[in-house]
């Protein structure tokens, strides 16, 4: 019963190039969530998807940062011509649609922009 | 706008006491409330979690309180072990939301 997978596990771009975050949910979960955490600061929600659609986009930034979760295949958190900001550990979680609560996490990418 | 805040950024336990471990929250609307923990390159893991509609929560090792008037909660850890030397994350939910607060975190360090 495979978890959250996430890929890559470390992400390196140079300041301009384009980031692609995916994610797999466990087996029987719908919904997808992506948080971000900057260092030494907690996790921030950003988007939260259900297949083909958007629910709660409250915590993306307004521009570069897109995320979609197709009919078929992972998750994508797409984030556009990267700038150093953007260094951070994003978090992909799933759950059920029966128990919003029962959440359970990826191991996360961390993207370094140099 | 922190409506999920951890006071204490750290904290340092002999092996075998109690941790505990302090949450406040401001939103009203807030009705769930979990602990995670997280080693470092991993994800958050889930711990435990209360519902509103008690004031404490028991699993094994760790229980949870709730004081909803003062809105606070506390984690403890008894006895303390050193697996335990992680970040400690509350987090909440809103009614009918799926969308988690998180709390900054508190560093635990158990000391053998």
């Known amino acids: 019963n495979a978890g959250v997978m996430q890929n890559p596990r470390h992400l390196v771009r140079r300041r301009g190039q384009e980031a692609r975050l995916r994610c797999s949910p466990m087996k029987g979960h719908s919904h997808v969530y992506w948080y971000r955490q900057l260092p030494e600061e907690g996790l921030k929600f950003m988007v939260y998807?259900?297949?083909?659609?958007?629910?709660?986009e409250s915590g993306m930034p307004k521009e570069r940062f897109s995320a979609e979760f197709p009919k078929e295949g992972p998750s994508i958190l797409r984030i556009q011509q990267v700038v150093r900001g953007d260094s951070a550990a994003y978090f992909c979680a799933s759950s059920p649609a029966k128990d919003r609560a029962r959440y359970t996490f990826g191991s996360g990418t961390r993207l370094t922009v140099v | 706008d922190q409506q999920v805040k951890q006071n204490s950024p750290s904290l340092s336990v002999q092996e075998g006491r109690i941790s505990i471990l302090n949450c406040d929250y401001t939103?009203?609307?807030?009705?769930?409330f979990l602990w995670y923990k997280k080693y470092p390159a991993e994800g958050p893991t889930f711990l435990i979690s209360i519902s509103s509609i008690k004031d404490k929560n028991e699993d094994g090792r760790f229980t949870v309180f709730l004081n909803k008037s003062a809105k606070h909660l506390s984690l403890h850890i008894v006895p303390s072990q050193p697996g335990d030397s992680a970040v400690y994350f509350c987090a909440a939910l809103k009614a009918a939301g799926n969308k988690l607060t998180f709390g900054g975190g508190t560093r635990v360090l158990v000391k053998p």
């Open positions: 939103n009203s609307m807030f009705d769930y």
């Open positions: 998807l259900q297949k083909e659609n958007i629910i709660d």
